[in-house]
């Protein structure tokens, strides 16, 4: 089955805690984002990566860390600066940045603060 | 900066009725514009893609139309059904880059 895999679906942090949601994909992807989504709005962008060992800030970057050391797994860390954490998480993939490719979604993980 | 804005924010409506999402964007610069459709607490799913240069696409009891120089795409869906409740997202990818810039989606009910 090819496809993006994110994990835990849910998650909870206690204050001051550095959390970390795990996307992987299994579609040869060269590109992955990490998305948060709050009620009522739509996605934002936190930090993007276009290739492994690569990555850019999003709109929404502060409190958040990302990692791309293989091509298949970009996780991103909640980190304790990031003040109000409580959202969903999505996490996206797409075949390279080209205009014309598109973004595949993973199932999100949805992060609540204790 | 773009700016994508979905009208209405909710909406509900009796099964069989044809209904309309509106989407509107502020920077007409745009490379393709895409309707997305998410059911609670799951991911997107892609439902139409719409390239710059199209006026719209067609999947099933989904029409999906552009018109860029006014900044506006809707969502037709047609004989609407219990199944079709759910949000409903527009995303546009600027022609200068790759990211998407979302709306805040249309939260759609169809009751039996």
């Known amino acids: 089955d090819g496809g993006i895999t994110q994990s835990p679906k849910y998650l909870f942090r206690k204050e001051g805690q550095n959390v970390t949601l795990s996307c992987e994909q299994n579609l040869n992807h060269d590109a992955m984002y990490w998305y948060r989504q709050d009620p009522g709005q739509g996605l934002r962008l936190i930090y993007y990566s276009q290739i492994v060992n690569d990555f850019q800030k999003g709109d929404i970057a502060e409190g958040y860390s990302v990692s791309r050391e293989k091509k298949e797994s970009f996780p991103l860390t909640v980190t304790s600066a990031q003040k109000n954490p409580t959202a969903f998480y999505l996490c996206?993939?797409?075949?390279?940045?080209?205009?014309?490719?598109?973004?595949?979604f993973g199932a999100g993980t949805r992060l609540s603060v204790l | 900066k773009q700016e994508v804005t979905q009208i209405p924010a909710a909406l509900s409506v009796p099964e069989g009725e044809n209904l309309v999402l509106n989407c509107s964007f502020t920077d007409s610069a745009i490379y393709n514009l895409q309707w997305f459709r998410q059911d609670p607490g799951k991911g997107l799913t892609s439902l139409l893609l719409?390239?710059?240069?199209?006026r719209e696409q067609t999947s099933g009891r989904l029409n999906a139309s552009l018109d860029k120089s006014s900044g506006r795409s809707t969502l037709y869906i047609a004989a609407s059904q219990p199944g079709d409740s759910a949000t409903y997202l527009c995303?546009?990818?600027?022609?200068?880059?790759?990211?998407?810039?979302f709306g805040e989606g249309t939260q759609l009910t169809v009751n039996p």
């Open positions: 996206a993939s797409s075949i390279g940045q080209n205009l014309k490719n598109i973004q595949y």
């Open positions: 995303a546009v990818k600027g022609a200068s880059g790759s990211r998407l810039t």
């Open positions: 719409i390239q710059s240069s199209q």
